[in-house]
């Protein structure tokens, strides 16, 4: 996980770490561990993913919340499609060959009582540019990003709606991280 560890906040301690498309929950696991006192809410959209998620995760009880879902701009339905070639990779969108339930941040935000996001893992296979646009307002309640940015339009889009919220940007290997300082 070091392309995660590579701008991480160097002080205090976070509290929620979102990990969006967790797959089978190992960037959650990676983070738990690092951070013994945080809570990670992690949400993927894939039904074999998620089982495995649950039980590499179970040890970590309430540490965890795992949702069987996919982020989406509104609540409702989308379609997932696994790619063949690279099984790790779903896509979410109104085609595929899955329906999987969409939630809005706002929405997990609010039923979890989350008000603030320290870290931000998001890995969504080409869904940045649904999620982060318009510029989303829910922006302002983060402090850090690790995202990989899948095409041309969904950096674009990203870095638009980052800078908006006063965040500056470094890459490490495939991982954006977007702060609002970096030392």
């Given at each position: 996980r070091s392309a995660y560890r590579a701008w991480l906040p160097a002080h205090g301690a976070p509290e929620w770490i979102f990990d969006l498309r967790a797959n089978i929950g190992d960037s959650a696991v990676w983070f738990l561990a690092r951070f013994p006192s945080a809570r990670v809410l992690a949400i993927?959209?894939?039904?074999?993913?998620?089982?495995?998620?649950?039980?590499?995760?179970?040890?970590?009880?309430?540490?965890?919340?795992?949702?069987?879902?996919?982020?989406?701009?509104?609540?409702?339905?989308?379609?997932?499609?696994?790619?063949t070639v690279n099984p790790a990779g779903t896509e979410v969108g109104v085609t595929g060959d899955e329906a999987c339930a969409a939630v809005s941040m706002p929405t997990v935000m609010a039923r979890d009582q989350i008000a603030?996001?320290?870290?931000?893992k998001c890995d969504i296979e080409g869904t940045e540019a649904s999620i982060f646009q318009p510029p989303p307002s829910w922006l302002a309640d983060i402090d850090h990003i690790c995202i990989e940015l899948h095409d041309a339009n969904c950096r674009a889009v990203v870095r638009e709606a980052t800078s908006r919220f006063g965040f500056s940007e470094r890459a490490y290997r495939e991982v954006h991280v977007f702060r609002r300082t970096f030392e």
């Open positions: 993927e959209p894939d039904a074999g993913n998620y089982e495995l998620a649950r039980r590499n995760l179970a040890p970590y009880g309430d540490r965890v919340i795992l949702l069987h879902a996919a982020l989406w701009p509104s609540d409702g339905v989308v379609r997932t499609r696994t790619e603030h996001i320290d870290i931000l």
